[in-house]
């Protein structure tokens, strides 16, 4: 089986060729544009082809689709300030991808979508995901959508494991408001088993929505993260108006920070996501919270790497 992932040096793509090295049955070829992260990926795994490459722009990248069973579509465009970003990452780079799927005779996509399009956020990252969906699903392609909740596990430089490193760095630790608006995290891990599943069964024209099964206030999963990576931290509650002051500061001196004001504004609306019995549709384990944290942060090798923004 070929398997083509596209985004492969982020989050899930790093997580998921983790747990597909052990397949002698799986050719991978692992597509991606940022450069260092990229070239962390062929250190991490150098028997698999490893392309670098800005999937926005033809080239020679679209012959490694040849002779591909599936694809993995897991790029995108998460944080960033310019719309403009968003449409080049998230929608033409999607075009030319699906138009170098359809020459190969790829035979089934597996789409990386997101929760935020069933979101009431109206944001650059938001609109662009839903694009970048009906992009997918009106291409006539097989294809299977997968809509993951916030997402964390190794390699993640964004969200839980940003967070841990700034929890280590500082003694005070900000959360917005009352920190009591409800998540549903998702284990980075359990959803490469889901992606695993449908390259397996190939479960073609359906949507799913994936969510984390615990719902959990913020300020408790900041307090389980802490425990987790043994800080301590003291969890202090900020005002909203002079958290979201602090950001716009602080997106003056760094054009791609780390958080925006509007993934602020995502963080705090009270979004409940739909739970379905994943594990049972997949025939796959749900890691409870407390279990999947620890294993982020004490893997012997992955939970050492850390991805540049």
């Not at 962390?40 to 999937?55: K, Y």
């Not at 390259?199 to 993260?225: F, H, Q, T, V, W």
């Amino acid at each position: 089986m070929k398997v083509v992932i596209t985004g492969a040096a982020g989050l899930i793509g790093q997580n998921l060729i983790a747990r597909l090295m052990s397949r002698a049955d799986i050719d991978i070829v692992a597509i991606d544009k940022h450069p260092s992260n990229t070239a962390r990926l062929h250190e991490l795994h150098p028997d698999i082809t490893v392309i670098e490459a800005d999937l926005a722009e033809g080239g020679a990248w679209e012959r490694s689709f040849e002779g591909s069973d599936i694809l993995v579509l897991g790029h995108a465009q998460i944080g960033g300030l310019l719309p403009e970003e968003f449409e080049r990452n998230n929608v033409a780079a999607t075009r030319l991808v699906l138009d170098a799927a359809r020459k190969s005779g790829c035979r089934h996509i597996i789409h990386l979508s997101s929760s935020v399009v069933n979101s009431a956020v109206r944001d650059f990252y938001t609109e662009s995901k839903k694009a970048q969906e009906r992009l997918v699903v009106e291409s006539g392609l097989p294809h299977t959508v997968l809509r993951p909740t916030l997402m964390f596990g190794w390699f993640d430089r964004k969200h839980l494991g940003w967070l841990a490193r700034f929890m280590k760095a500082s003694p005070l630790f900000p959360v917005p408001g009352n920190g009591n608006f409800l998540r549903q995290p998702l284990y980075a891990g359990d959803f490469c088993n889901i992606i695993i599943a449908c390259m397996n069964r190939a479960p073609a024209g359906n949507a799913y929505n994936i969510s984390g099964l615990e719902k959990i206030p913020y300020i408790d999963l900041i307090r389980g993260l802490r425990e987790a990576i043994g800080a301590r931290t003291l969890v202090v509650r900020i005002p909203y108006p002079l958290f979201s002051l602090a950001l716009r500061v602080y997106a003056l001196f760094d054009r791609n920070p780390p958080f925006t004001v509007k993934q602020l504004e995502a963080l705090v609306t009270p979004d409940i996501f739909e739970v379905i019995d994943w594990p049972g549709i997949f025939a796959v384990h749900a890691t409870p919270l407390r279990e999947a944290l620890h294993e982020t942060f004490h893997h012997p090798v992955y939970s050492r790497v850390t991805l540049d923004f």
